[in-house]
C-alpha cells in the first residue's frame, strides 16, 4: 500500500528523490526502502550497515537523501554525518534512531542534519518529512518537540535564560531553530492542526496572512 498523498509520480525519466538508507539492522533497513520503493517519487540507491559504507555511498552516488540510524559499528553517526556534508553539499541527512535524548539532536543538528525522526515514527509522517526535507525544510518527531515545549516552559517559569555570550554563533542558529520549532508545534497541538498546510490554511482563515495573489 502507497502512502502516497496526491503526490504526481515522476516517471518518464524525470529525477526522483534518490536515497541512501543506513542501519545496522538488516530488517530494518530493507523494510525502510520497502516502505520508500513504494512510493513513486523516491528511489534507494543503495544501503549501508555502517557510518564507513555510508559515506562511501554517498560520495558514489550523491544521492538527494541519507536516511541514517545512530549508534552503528565503525566511525560515530555524527561525525559520518560531518563527513557526508563536507564532501556532499548539496545530500541532505535526516537521522531516523531510537534515542530521543535532547543532546543526540542538538549533536545531529550541529552535525548538519536535516532532521530527526524518531523509528516509532508512523509511516506516512516519514514520507512526508522526507519529502519536505528534500524541498528544503526541516523535521523534528513531535515527541522530541514536546519535550522541548515543556523545557522552555520550564525556564520561562523559573526565569532561567542561557547566557548567550557563552554560545558559539552554531550554537545560538540551533537554539533559534529549536525555539521556532517548539513554538510551532505548540501552536499546531493547542489548534489541534496535524501538518503545515493546515497551519497555513487556519492562519489564512483567521487572516493572521494574506491569501498569495496569483501572478
Not at 540507491?45 to 555511498?57: C, F, I, P, R, W
Not at 560515530?76 to 560531518?82: G, L, M, P, Q
Not at 520550564?154 to 555570550?165: I, Q
Not at 545560538?172 to 501552536?187: D, G, P, Q, W
Amino acid at each position: 500500500m502507497s502512502f502516497n498523498q496526491g503526490v504526481v509520480a515522476k516517471t518518464g525519466g524525470t529525477s526522483r528523490i534518490r536515497c541512501v538508507v543506513v542501519d545496522d539492522h538488516a530488517l530494518l533497513r530493507q523494510g525502510v526502502r520497502r516502505l520508500l520503493e513504494d512510493e513513486p517519487d523516491f528511489e534507494v540507491v543503495d544501503e549501508a550497515s555502517n557510518g564507513t559504507d555510508a559515506l562511501k555511498m554517498a560520495l558514489q552516488h550523491r544521492p538527494d537523501l541519507v536516511l541514517m540510524d545512530i549508534g552503528m559499528p565503525g566511525p560515530s553517526s555524527f561525525e559520518t554525518a560531518r563527513s557526508i556534508a563536507k564532501g556532499c553539499p548539496q545530500t541532505k541527512l535526516v537521522f531516523l534512531t531510537m534515542h530521543e535524548d535532547e543532546e543526540y539532536v542538538v549533536q545531529a543538528l550541529q552535525a548538519g542534519a536535516a532532521g530527526y525522526l524518531l523509528k516509532d515514527t508512523p509511516a506516512w509522517k516519514l514520507i512526508s518529512s522526507l519529502r519536505e526535507v528534500h524541498q528544503g525544510g526541516r523535521c523534528l518527531s513531535p515527541e522530541l518537540l514536546g519535550k522541548l515545549v515543556d523545557d522552555f516552559r520550564s525556564r520561562e517559569d523559573s526565569h532561567v535564560r542561557p547566557r548567550n555570550s557563552t554560545l558559539t554563533p552554531r550554537e545560538r542558529e540551533i537554539m533559534k531553530l529549536l525555539a521556532e520549532e517548539a513554538h510551532k508545534f505548540n501552536l499546531m497541538r493547542k489548534l489541534d492542526i496535524h501538518n503545515k498546510a493546515q497551519l497555513v490554511t487556519c492562519a489564512i482563515q483567521k487572516k493572521i496572512v494574506k491569501m498569495p495573489m496569483p501572478a
